[in-house]
Protein backbone atom coordinates (compact mmCIF):
# COMPACT_ATOMS: atom_id res chain seq x y z
CA UNK A 1 0.00 0.00 0.00
CA UNK A 2 1.70 3.20 -0.54
CA UNK A 3 2.21 5.14 1.92
CA UNK A 4 4.13 8.84 2.97
CA UNK A 5 7.62 9.17 3.78
CA UNK A 6 9.29 11.37 6.05
CA UNK A 7 13.03 12.08 6.35
CA UNK A 8 14.96 12.38 8.72
CA UNK A 9 13.09 10.51 11.70
CA UNK A 10 14.58 12.72 14.12
CA UNK A 11 16.73 15.73 14.03
CA UNK A 12 18.63 17.75 16.30
CA UNK A 13 19.49 21.40 15.48
CA UNK A 14 21.12 24.80 17.25
CA UNK A 15 18.90 28.08 17.73
CA UNK A 16 19.12 30.13 14.56
CA UNK A 17 20.09 27.27 12.53
CA UNK A 18 17.91 25.95 9.31
CA UNK A 19 16.39 22.78 8.57
CA UNK A 20 14.59 21.12 6.26
CA UNK A 21 12.25 18.32 6.18
CA UNK A 22 11.34 16.14 3.53
CA UNK A 23 8.56 14.30 2.34
CA UNK A 24 8.17 12.12 -0.28
CA UNK A 25 3.83 12.26 -0.75
CA UNK A 26 2.29 9.30 -2.30
CA UNK A 27 3.03 9.59 -5.72
CA UNK A 28 -0.27 10.03 -7.59
CA UNK A 29 -1.29 12.54 -4.86
CA UNK A 30 -1.70 16.53 -5.91
CA UNK A 31 -2.39 18.35 -2.67
CA UNK A 32 0.20 18.39 -0.05
CA UNK A 33 0.21 19.50 3.96
CA UNK A 34 2.47 20.14 6.50
CA UNK A 35 1.40 19.85 10.08
CA UNK A 36 2.81 19.97 13.39
CA UNK A 37 2.26 19.00 17.02
CA UNK A 38 4.61 20.29 20.12
CA UNK A 39 4.80 18.11 22.80
CA UNK A 40 1.36 17.84 24.99
CA UNK A 41 -0.54 19.76 22.09
CA UNK A 42 -2.90 19.33 19.70
CA UNK A 43 -1.97 18.52 16.02
CA UNK A 44 -2.06 21.91 14.25
CA UNK A 45 -2.09 22.46 10.43
CA UNK A 46 0.80 24.79 8.75
CA UNK A 47 0.20 24.53 5.50
CA UNK A 48 -1.05 23.22 1.71
CA UNK A 49 0.39 22.88 -1.11
CA UNK A 50 -0.98 22.59 -4.89
CA UNK A 51 0.35 23.26 -7.94
CA UNK A 52 3.75 24.39 -6.99
CA UNK A 53 2.43 27.23 -4.68
CA UNK A 54 0.88 27.82 -1.02
CA UNK A 55 -2.74 26.93 -1.61
CA UNK A 56 -3.21 28.15 2.10
CA UNK A 57 -1.32 29.07 5.30
CA UNK A 58 -2.30 29.12 8.96
CA UNK A 59 -1.04 31.78 11.34
CA UNK A 60 1.53 29.67 12.42
CA UNK A 61 3.36 29.71 9.17
CA UNK A 62 5.33 32.50 9.30
CA UNK A 63 7.80 34.51 7.22
CA UNK A 64 10.71 32.22 8.77
CA UNK A 65 8.69 28.61 6.96
CA UNK A 66 8.99 27.99 3.38
CA UNK A 67 7.67 24.96 1.42
CA UNK A 68 8.84 23.27 -2.00
CA UNK A 69 8.80 20.60 -4.51
CA UNK A 70 11.83 20.64 -5.80
CA UNK A 71 11.69 17.88 -8.28
CA UNK A 72 8.76 15.71 -8.93
CA UNK A 73 8.69 13.83 -5.71
CA UNK A 74 9.92 15.71 -2.87
CA UNK A 75 8.08 17.73 -0.93
CA UNK A 76 9.66 20.05 1.86
CA UNK A 77 9.32 22.35 4.38
CA UNK A 78 12.04 24.87 5.68
CA UNK A 79 12.53 26.73 8.85
CA UNK A 80 15.10 29.52 7.99
CA UNK A 81 16.58 30.30 11.69
CA UNK A 82 15.10 27.51 13.66
CA UNK A 83 13.59 29.06 17.75
CA UNK A 84 13.05 26.94 20.82
CA UNK A 85 9.52 26.64 20.05
CA UNK A 86 9.81 25.03 16.73
CA UNK A 87 10.85 21.68 19.07
CA UNK A 88 7.61 19.42 17.81
CA UNK A 89 7.13 16.73 15.91
CA UNK A 90 5.96 18.02 12.04
CA UNK A 91 3.88 15.50 9.97
CA UNK A 92 3.58 16.01 6.09
CA UNK A 93 0.14 14.85 4.47
CA UNK A 94 -1.21 14.27 1.15
CA UNK A 95 -4.60 13.54 -0.37
CA UNK A 96 -5.64 12.74 -4.17
CA UNK A 97 -7.48 15.95 -4.25
CA UNK A 98 -8.57 19.22 -2.44
CA UNK A 99 -11.34 19.10 0.04
CA UNK A 100 -12.57 18.73 3.02
CA UNK A 101 -14.08 15.39 2.09
CA UNK A 102 -10.71 14.38 0.85
CA UNK A 103 -8.71 11.85 3.38
CA UNK A 104 -5.29 13.17 3.79
CA UNK A 105 -2.76 10.34 4.23
CA UNK A 106 0.05 11.00 6.92
CA UNK A 107 3.63 10.56 7.29
CA UNK A 108 5.42 8.97 10.63
CA UNK A 109 6.49 12.18 11.64
CA UNK A 110 9.91 13.96 11.90
CA UNK A 111 10.73 14.90 15.34
CA UNK A 112 12.57 18.16 15.54
CA UNK A 113 14.53 19.34 19.09
CA UNK A 114 15.96 23.07 18.69
CA UNK A 115 18.77 23.52 21.50
CA UNK B 1 -13.97 28.99 14.90
CA UNK B 2 -14.26 25.22 14.71
CA UNK B 3 -12.38 23.28 17.61
CA UNK B 4 -12.42 19.46 18.27
CA UNK B 5 -12.45 18.64 22.21
CA UNK B 6 -11.43 14.66 23.34
CA UNK B 7 -12.21 14.87 27.17
CA UNK B 8 -10.13 12.12 27.77
CA UNK B 9 -6.47 12.11 27.83
CA UNK B 10 -5.94 8.63 28.46
CA UNK B 11 -8.36 5.64 29.07
CA UNK B 12 -7.45 1.80 30.30
CA UNK B 13 -9.33 -0.54 29.07
CA UNK B 14 -8.77 -4.67 29.66
CA UNK B 15 -8.28 -6.51 26.91
CA UNK B 16 -11.69 -8.04 25.55
CA UNK B 17 -13.43 -4.93 26.79
CA UNK B 18 -15.48 -2.83 25.07
CA UNK B 19 -14.37 0.89 24.44
CA UNK B 20 -15.42 4.30 23.44
CA UNK B 21 -13.72 7.08 22.94
CA UNK B 22 -15.15 10.67 22.98
CA UNK B 23 -15.24 13.83 20.44
CA UNK B 24 -17.05 16.46 21.20
CA UNK B 25 -16.82 19.19 17.92
CA UNK B 26 -17.63 22.72 17.31
CA UNK B 27 -18.49 23.82 13.70
CA UNK B 28 -20.94 25.70 12.50
CA UNK B 29 -22.05 23.95 9.31
CA UNK B 30 -22.20 20.03 8.81
CA UNK B 31 -18.99 18.55 9.56
CA UNK B 32 -16.58 16.47 8.04
CA UNK B 33 -15.42 13.93 11.06
CA UNK B 34 -12.61 12.00 11.04
CA UNK B 35 -10.90 9.30 13.63
CA UNK B 36 -7.35 8.81 12.93
CA UNK B 37 -4.80 6.13 14.87
CA UNK B 38 -1.45 6.64 15.61
CA UNK B 39 0.91 3.83 17.00
CA UNK B 40 4.41 4.44 18.23
CA UNK B 41 6.64 5.76 15.35
CA UNK B 42 3.93 5.76 12.65
CA UNK B 43 1.90 7.88 11.15
CA UNK B 44 -1.43 9.10 11.27
CA UNK B 45 -3.65 5.99 9.93
CA UNK B 46 -7.14 6.96 9.37
CA UNK B 47 -10.05 4.78 11.27
CA UNK B 48 -12.95 5.77 9.36
CA UNK B 49 -14.80 9.43 8.13
CA UNK B 50 -18.23 10.85 8.51
CA UNK B 51 -19.54 13.34 6.04
CA UNK B 52 -23.23 12.70 5.50
CA UNK B 53 -26.01 9.90 5.71
CA UNK B 54 -25.79 7.07 7.96
CA UNK B 55 -24.81 8.37 10.77
CA UNK B 56 -23.20 5.31 12.09
CA UNK B 57 -19.85 4.35 10.30
CA UNK B 58 -18.22 1.75 9.66
CA UNK B 59 -14.22 1.52 9.99
CA UNK B 60 -11.21 -0.61 9.82
CA UNK B 61 -9.81 -2.90 12.61
CA UNK B 62 -13.08 -3.36 13.79
CA UNK B 63 -14.53 0.48 14.60
CA UNK B 64 -16.97 2.28 14.25
CA UNK B 65 -17.96 5.71 15.27
CA UNK B 66 -21.81 7.68 15.48
CA UNK B 67 -22.55 10.84 14.60
CA UNK B 68 -25.15 12.81 16.99
CA UNK B 69 -25.61 16.10 15.51
CA UNK B 70 -27.52 17.42 18.93
CA UNK B 71 -25.20 16.29 21.23
CA UNK B 72 -22.30 17.81 19.04
CA UNK B 73 -20.51 14.31 19.18
CA UNK B 74 -18.66 11.79 17.11
CA UNK B 75 -17.61 8.96 19.21
CA UNK B 76 -15.13 6.25 18.58
CA UNK B 77 -16.48 2.50 19.44
CA UNK B 78 -15.20 -1.05 19.30
CA UNK B 79 -16.96 -3.87 21.12
CA UNK B 80 -13.85 -5.96 21.74
CA UNK B 81 -10.19 -4.33 22.07
CA UNK B 82 -7.24 -6.01 21.34
CA UNK B 83 -3.80 -5.37 22.63
CA UNK B 84 -2.45 -4.27 19.11
CA UNK B 85 -5.19 -1.28 19.41
CA UNK B 86 -2.95 0.54 22.19
CA UNK B 87 -1.93 3.66 20.60
CA UNK B 88 -2.76 7.23 20.41
CA UNK B 89 -6.30 8.12 18.78
CA UNK B 90 -6.81 11.63 17.74
CA UNK B 91 -10.75 13.34 16.26
CA UNK B 92 -10.21 15.77 13.66
CA UNK B 93 -12.62 17.68 11.56
CA UNK B 94 -12.50 19.15 8.28
CA UNK B 95 -13.58 22.71 6.61
CA UNK B 96 -12.26 25.51 8.32
CA UNK B 97 -8.56 25.27 9.86
CA UNK B 98 -7.21 28.57 10.89
CA UNK B 99 -9.58 30.73 8.44
CA UNK B 100 -8.87 28.38 5.26
CA UNK B 101 -10.56 24.94 4.24
CA UNK B 102 -7.63 22.38 3.80
CA UNK B 103 -6.42 21.76 7.18
CA UNK B 104 -7.67 19.43 9.69
CA UNK B 105 -8.42 20.51 13.12
CA UNK B 106 -7.65 18.01 15.58
CA UNK B 107 -8.40 17.03 19.02
CA UNK B 108 -5.44 16.72 21.36
CA UNK B 109 -5.83 12.76 21.40
CA UNK B 110 -6.67 10.32 23.46
CA UNK B 111 -4.33 7.69 25.17
CA UNK B 112 -5.45 4.12 24.68
CA UNK B 113 -3.97 1.36 27.50
CA UNK B 114 -4.83 -1.99 27.29
CA UNK B 115 -4.56 -4.43 30.07
CA UNK B 116 -4.41 -7.44 30.06
Known amino acids: EPEVTQTPSHQVTQMGQEVILRCVPISNHLYFYWYRQILGQKVEFLVS????????KSEIFDDQFSVERPDGSNFTLKIRSTKLEDSAMYFC?????????????FGPGTRLLVL | AQSVTQPDIHITVSEGASLELRCNYSYGATPYLFWYVQSPGQGLQLLLK??????LVQGIKGFEAEFKRSQSSFNLRKPSVHWSDAAEYFCAVAGASGGGADGLTFGKGTHLIIQP
Open chain 1, 93 to 105: ASSLDRGPQETQY
Open chain 2, 50 to 55: YFSGDT
Open chain 1, 49 to 56: FYNNEISE
